[in-house]
């Protein structure tokens, strides 16, 4: 078992080579957004871009993703027909996957989860989804219930799950709110193991496993119980993984970014705190 500390950042961000071009630093696919939540892809994706991400592309329901390309001039949207992810719309995610893949010569990873909403119909989609995508996936929020009726699904694959404690029950069966500390370790440590995946289990110290190793975040501030910062976590991961870094160092990376940057805005803003403000504060915690 070991903390994460800043070193994890000096072997991820170093000076860029002269010669780079676009895509090297990765191209990241948020997938989310529904009729009633638009936020959620908007927020992961611009704090996979002040990460370092290269480039984001968001897919998201009509509505969602007209909101979302308002945001920011940043932000690129692809709309879906209707209000919310379904079936019909399996081959255009698994043909845009591919298409980034293709583009970036493999410097591709995906988000998918964040504020699809919880319906028989996109719930279906999201599983048939992460059945046949070949890129490494962040599985956050709405996902981690799609799955939670498949846990297998992810076995062996490079899939990262971003779960706070009641995600972890959904996916898991196991319900681990009240144990004790030790407790919750070494159960993120078995069910990783169980489910040959990687998890961070979100919480005032994150508990990071991929099953063999265990790492534990405490970077982070009460006030990042906050919606939305689950959201960024999720895009730092997606950013990292784009890279070509593995799910586990990248858990444990992002954590550390995403906690750090909500310390830096928590002594200001303290109750004020809102997700859109520790973005900005992610490339001060990356460069110091």
Not at 66 to 73: L, M, R, V
Not at 129 to 141: H, R, T
Not at 184 to 201: D, G, S
Request: charged content about 25%.
């Amino acid at each position: 078992m070991k903390e994460v500390t800043k070193n994890i950042l000096k072997e991820i961000y170093k000076e860029r080579p002269k010669d780079s071009k676009k895509y090297d630093f990765g191209l990241l696919i948020v997938i989310g957004g529904s009729d009633f939540y638009s936020g959620s892809p908007a927020l992961s994706a611009m704090a996979a871009f002040k990460s370092g991400c290269d480039m984001v592309r968001i897919i998201a329901p009509k509505r969602a993703a007209d909101i979302i390309a308002s945001f920011s001039p940043n932000l690129a949207a692809y709309p879906l027909e209707g209000n919310w992810l379904e079936s019909k719309h399996l081959a255009t995610l698994l043909e845009m996957t591919e298409s980034a893949k293709a583009v970036s010569y493999g410097k591709t990873a995906v988000v998918i989860g964040g504020g699809m909403g919880r319906s028989e119909e996109t719930q279906k989609a999201i599983l048939e989804y992460l059945e046949q995508v070949s890129v490494p996936v962040v599985i956050d929020a709405d996902a981690i219930h799609a799955v939670g009726k498949k846990p297998e699904i992810g076995a062996g694959k490079p899939f990262l799950f971003t779960p706070h404690t009641y995600e972890f029950f959904v996916l898991t069966g196991k319900e681990i709110y009240k144990l004790p500390f030790e407790e919750k370790i070494k159960m993120v440590q078995e069910e990783a193991a169980r489910l040959q995946t990687t998890i961070l289990l979100k919480g005032p110290t994150d508990i990071i496993s991929d099953g063999k190793e265990v790492a534990l975040n405490k970077t982070g501030s009460p006030y990042l119980s906050k919606g939305g910062t689950g959201d960024t976590l999720a895009g730092i991961c997606g950013a990292l993984m784009a890279r070509g870094i593995d799910a586990f160092t990248s858990a444990q990376a992002a954590a550390y970014i995403n906690g750090k940057a909500g310390e830096i805005v928590s002594q200001r803003l303290k109750e004020g705190l809102l997700a859109t403000e520790l973005i900005e504060a992610i490339p001060e915690v990356i460069k110091d």
